[in-house]
DNA sequence: CTGCTGCTGTACGATATCGTACATGTAACT
DNA sequence: AGTTACATGTACGATATCGTACAGCAGCAG
């Protein structure tokens, strides 16, 4: 299925990329390409795992579904990680949703075959063992950016967040739907993200949203962006976290 | 240093007590059994961890250190589990700090002894990597319930999660105390624990909290404790998290 | 062009929480 | 008993955000 593509490819997945040539040859044969397409659930919470995801392009939410209904963002999932921690960990499902939020491609991989692959691979154990204490790092600073961060603050992190994982400066986003991340009245976006736009950090119109002017942005957010930015970099060497370095 | 303990302890710590024979028989000559005190700090963000700790009794909580000078915690530790989350997922440090909020006792052991003896036995690798994906629903759930939900539920949840912890009904903590864990004011704490104690749920005085109506409390607190208890329960087995199992 | 639909701007009073200050109560120490 | 330190109760106006409603505006279908 995967064959036709050639081996040693452009993988825009930092894990996957970061694999030791005789590992990733290993993996290769039983990734697929796939579409991420807007609002596509990839995991249901309770619902086992059968199907792991290495985004290419584009990015998903992992979303701690609530009692009224509707569900908090904890997390996001794009380039520099995988989908399905529960899978990494040795669980069948997770409590967590998955959902794309920005459109785009991914490796995907059957739940079983990366199990077996991690058993037989110490270095891609390693590796994906590695990626989830950045990942938990990546939640837990959510959790305390959550309780005690102001809705301006926390939007400026969450675009930037965004852009690190988007492949350009704009993507499709409306403040209806950052107003469910962020868990807070789409009104409440509508103010914060016209600030952002008047102080020409952002710009947007009709569902998308361009950063025009990223280290302004930088500046209007809380320190939670960059500690986790700092975290990606440990993990993947200096440049990764920060735009324009996909290709190496 | 531990060798004086008998050898079939009664080991209140759940990872360890769910170990099979022969994995806790090789663990064992490396434990070392040491008070956890009030306000100690075992872990400090960017400092390399050299000692974990199984807690026996009392609890410790994570805390994300934040920029203005105090921290928000994102989740708690106690018997069901570990401390060094980065040992096991094999990075050196973490962001997050570790500090005991209810003193008691753990089992320490070196990092490096801890990490040999993952490599060498799967079936204990397993169950800390379980615990871990426990860890990270309990953490995500904070950061959604951190967003979403008011003081006087996520106050509530917070007193049953540490009485889950905890050896009694009762436990030293202040509504100063409490103020910092969930990020509101001390005065606001007053408030709604004024609330818990007119409706015969709880009882505090001096600086000491006792839960006296965990039914009432459990359904005062939002769905973020229920789903928190069930994830444990899954790994550890229907009474755990419930209180009153510590011995079988 | 017309009419829809979806995105964005804006308004209103209501509410939760804030920051701060001060009063009261309790226990330990002298 | 007097003092001190700390825990708790309570008050105040200020602020962030809520829930809701409605108006403007762009793009698309007919």
């Known amino acids: 299925m995967a064959s036709s593509i050639p081996f040693t490819p452009s993988i825009r997945n930092r894990l996957l990329a970061a694999l030791p040539p005789g590992s990733l040859a290993k993996l290769w044969p039983q990734l697929t390409p796939v579409d991420l397409e807007l609002r596509q659930v990839l995991h249901r919470p309770e619902e086992p795992i059968a199907t792991v995801y290495f985004p290419e392009r584009g990015w998903c939410s ?16 794009g380039w520099e990680g995988v989908t399905a921690l529960p899978v990494i960990l040795g669980e069948a499902f997770d409590d967590l949703e998955v959902m794309v939020q920005c459109p785009g491609t991914a490796l995907s991989m059957g739940a079983d075959s990366l199990r077996a692959a991690m058993e037989g691979d110490p270095v891609l154990r390693t590796l994906l063992l590695r990626y989830v204490m950045l990942h938990h790092g990546q939640v837990a600073r959510t959790a305390a950016c959550n309780g005690r961060h102001h809705t301006d603050q926390r939007l400026a992190r969450w675009l930037l967040m965004s852009h690190d994982r988007a492949e350009g400066d704009e993507f499709p986003m409306t403040h209806e739907f950052l107003s469910m991340m962020l868990g807070v009245r789409r009104a409440g976006i509508t103010i914060a993200a016209g600030a952002l736009q008047k102080a020409g950090m952002i710009s947007y119109r009709g569902g998308r949203m361009r950063i025009t002017d990223r280290p302004g942005l930088e500046s209007s957010a809380c320190e939670c962006y960059g500690i986790s930015r700092r ?4 993990l993947f060497g200096l440049n990764a976290g920060t735009r324009g370095e996909y290709w190496r």
């Open 231 to 234: 975290a990606s970099e440990r």
């Open 62 to 77: 992992m979303l701690a579904p609530l009692e009224d209904g509707d569900s908090g963002e904890v997390g996001l999932v």
